[in-house]
């Protein structure tokens, strides 16, 4: 079964690694990505639907999940090399972001995975 799946945290560490896995199986990935043009144009080229939308503007996330199955919640700050991490905006996305996004899965029917968490306290295969 072909699933559709929109990626909230798509150009991220846990994006990267979790969009060519949907690919791989077949599923229908859309990438809700910001303000990053390359990185949406590298998505587009691989076959994801990438779309404008930003957790934290509640406005563009209906459009951004609506007609999708599930949304993978995969949106977090990682700190940069060299660089202090932006533990506000983090905590904005935490809190604000994921409340932001559970009303837009909940107004368009579609299920939402938070996969943040997991995916930190997992060991490596």
């Known amino acids: 079964m072909t699933v ?3 990626i909230v945290g798509a150009t991220g ?3 990267r690694q ?4 949907l690919i791989e199986r077949g599923h229908q990935v859309r990438a809700i ?3 990053e043009p390359d990185a949406a144009a590298a998505l587009r080229r691989v076959g ?14 209906g459009h951004a999940v609506g007609g999708c199955d599930v949304a993978l919640h995969l949106a977090t700050v990682a ?10 905006l983090n905590d ?7 409340a932001n996004l559970i009303e837009a899965c909940r107004e368009n029917g579609v ?14 295969p």
């Open 18 to 21: 979790v969009i060519p896995r």
């Open 4 to 6: 559709r799946a929109a």
């Open 48 to 61: 994801v639907d990438a779309v404008l939308g930003d957790i934290l503007n509640r406005a563009t996330l």
């Open 92 to 98: 904005r996305i935490r809190r604000e972001g994921t």
């Open 111 to 124: 299920e939402l995975v938070d996969e943040r968490r997991r995916s930190c306290s997992r060991q490596p």
């Open 33 to 35: 990505v910001t303000k």
């Open 79 to 88: 700190p940069r090399p060299g660089k202090a991490a932006n533990l506000t």
């Open 13 to 15: 560490v846990l994006g």
